[in-house]
């Protein structure tokens, strides 16, 4: 920690264009400085790997819309702050939405766009944003913020974007004068269970019901559901997978977003962070989910087939990931974005957090506005929604 009585080292913060212009140590001890033990991460997004893999394999870069300019703050030359940071051309791949922002700033003859987003690039999952070396929270947070924020105005940007950062990191963000915006996922939330009908336990007779003949029409699909993790996981099961996840991206968003090149990297320095929950059909593979690993958190990323076969959705992508954080211990299973069917799958609305900080005055106050009135009624709506949960009433946790 440093001395509270001291007056702090010089801060600099410096652009880089790719992550091979820092070491995976520097990155990493500020990134997930918890793994140094040798276990994972909290969460596997904002390692050295995951977001070199997004720029190795051209996932963002050159044509995608997403500009790598990272930043790396530095005290006596030593790192002690970096942030994923994008410049971005549109507002896809981001799932906090301001294209209702983009829209009318557009139609009042200003720029929206290229804007800056500190993110992991496709991934709605919660973690840190601003990566701090420990004992250099605050003065690593503030440099980063102040590189942003003056990076964005000196270049004529409209706006800097800090999207699923944690909830300390909001308060922080508050502090620092940007705006704080609350959106709601669903996440699963492990209360000590010892297996699965114990969680089924916990639920109402008719969601119990109902989730066990799902899963016993998923699993009468004809074949076999398997999870696959580190060194069980082939190149062929990524082949597979590449098949499933054009096809939803195809249907979803037009264009996928993860290239193939993705993949290929990915079966050489992630496949100890994933879980791949397989359905195979005749030897063959007809669906499938794509999970991450995090220290206490399983991370639901990407579901697709080939094949239509009914619940298997619900089987691969929720049950498997419960049966699975049951078994290993983990706190929680974050589902990805939006969705309500998950709620009656067991997975509760939770609140999510962004900043935001807006260049033009006159945005800036209507957007603030906005938020204040959108935090209301998100707070009231998990509220309802929670109240409409699968759980038992009688549970004392229900309305903690």
């Known amino acids: ?13 410096d652009v880089l264009s790719s992550l091979s212009q820092i070491a995976a140590e520097d990155w990493d001890g500020c990134a997930c400085p918890e793994a140094a033990d040798g ?27 997403w500009g790598p300019h990272y930043l790396v703050a530095r005290q006596n030359g030593v790192p002690i702050g970096v942030a994923p940071l994008y410049a971005k051309s549109h507002s896809q791949g981001e799932y ?17 766009y290229p804007k800056l987003q500190v993110a992991v690039p496709f991934t709605p999952a919660t973690g840190r944003r601003l990566l701090a070396r420990p004992g250099h929270e605050t003065v690593a947070q503030a440099a980063l913020v102040q590189g942003a924020v003056q990076l964005a105005a000196e270049n004529g940007l409209s706006s800097l974007h800090v999207t699923f950062c944690t909830g300390d990191e909001a308060r922080a963000g508050v502090q620092m004068g940007l705006m704080h915006r609350i959106t709601q996922q ?14 089924l336990a916990d639920l109402s007779s008719r969601k119990r019901k109902t989730i066990r003949k799902e899963r016993r029409t998923a ?35 037009g264009t996928p977003y993860l290239t193939r090149a993705f993949f290929d990297i990915a079966q050489e320095v992630l496949r100890d962070d994933a879980l791949l929950v397989v359905a195979e059909r005749g030897g063959t593979p007809v669906a499938g989910a794509l999970n991450f690993i995090g220290r206490q958190r399983l991370y639901g990323r990407y579901w697709g087939c080939v094949e239509d076969h009914p619940c298997l959705h619900f089987e691969c992508c929720y049950y498997q990931a419960i049966d699975h954080a049951i078994t290993h211990g983990l706190d929680t299973v974050e589902a990805g974005a939006q969705g309500t069917h998950k709620l009656a799958r067991g997975y509760l609305p939770v609140q999510t957090h962004s900043l935001h900080w807006i260049a033009d005055p006159g945005l800036r106050g209507a957007i603030d506005r906005y938020l204040r009135a959108e935090r209301d009624a998100v707070d009231e709506e998990i509220e309802v929604l929670t109240d409409y949960g699968p759980f038992r009433k009688a549970h004392p946790e229900e309305h903690e």
């Open 1 to 13: 920690m440093q001395d509270a009585g001291k007056i702090p080292d010089p801060v600099e913060v």
């Open 39 to 65: 276990g994972r991460p909290d969460d596997p997004f904002t390692t050295h790997r995951f977001l070199k893999a997004l720029e190795d394999s051209g996932s963002v870069g050159p044509g995608t819309g």
């Open 96 to 112: 906090i939405f301001d294209h209702n922002w983009a829209d009318a700033y557009i139609r009042a003859g200003g720029r929206y």
């Open 186 to 199: 669903f996440h699963w939330e492990n209360r000590g269970y010892a297996d699965f009908d114990a969680f």
């Open 219 to 253: 699993q009468a699909f004809g074949g076999t559901i398997r999870q696959v993790s580190g060194a069980d996981i082939t190149r062929d099961h990524w082949a597979a997978f590449w098949r499933f996840y054009q096809d939803t991206g195809m249907r979803k968003w």
